[in-house]
């Protein structure tokens, strides 16, 4: 069965920038788009930012703009958050997200790939720490 495999993370003071990166361990499994959510403990998993192939510019949490840049390789299936100016607020445990194209997925709308729902791969999640 094909996982998303996460990398990075780590512990940072404010200011200070982390990269996160991911990829399907199947490298043909094709996808439509990647993304990245996150969640703090006692909080609701967020997004934070999508890379949709083909889809124009990348999208992102009003939180976030500005400070992180997603990016990725459609031919090879992996997605990059490189993150800058964290702040404590940003603290939380980063989950890599995929949708496999044999889904067939049309959004329709704005605000795609914005939703959990739309991601039928999800990574186990890695841990970026921010102190003050």
């Known amino acids: 069965q094909v996982q998303l495999v996460e990398s990075g993370g780590g512990s940072v003071q404010a200011g200070g920038s982390l990269s996160l990166s991911c990829a399907t361990s199947?490298?043909?499994?094709?996808?439509?788009?990647m993304g990245w959510f996150r969640q703090a403990p006692g909080k609701d998993r967020e997004f934070v930012a999508a890379?949709?192939?083909?889809?124009?510019?990348?999208a992102y949490a009003d939180s976030v703009k500005g400070r992180f840049t997603i990016s990725g390789d459609s031919a090879q299936n992996t997605a990059t958050l490189q993150m800058t100016d964290l702040k404590p607020e940003d603290a939380a445990n980063y989950y890599c997200?995929?949708?496999?194209?044999?889904?067939?997925?049309?959004?329709?709308?704005?605000?795609?790939?914005?939703?959990?729902?739309?991601?039928?791969?999800w990574g186990q999640g890695t841990q970026v720490t921010v102190s003050a």
């Open positions: 890379i949709i192939w083909g889809g124009g510019r990348p």
């Open positions: 199947e490298r043909s499994w094709d996808t439509n788009a």
């Open positions: 997200a995929a949708d496999s194209a044999r889904r067939h997925y049309l959004c329709m709308g704005s605000g795609c790939y914005s939703r959990s729902y739309e991601y039928d791969l």
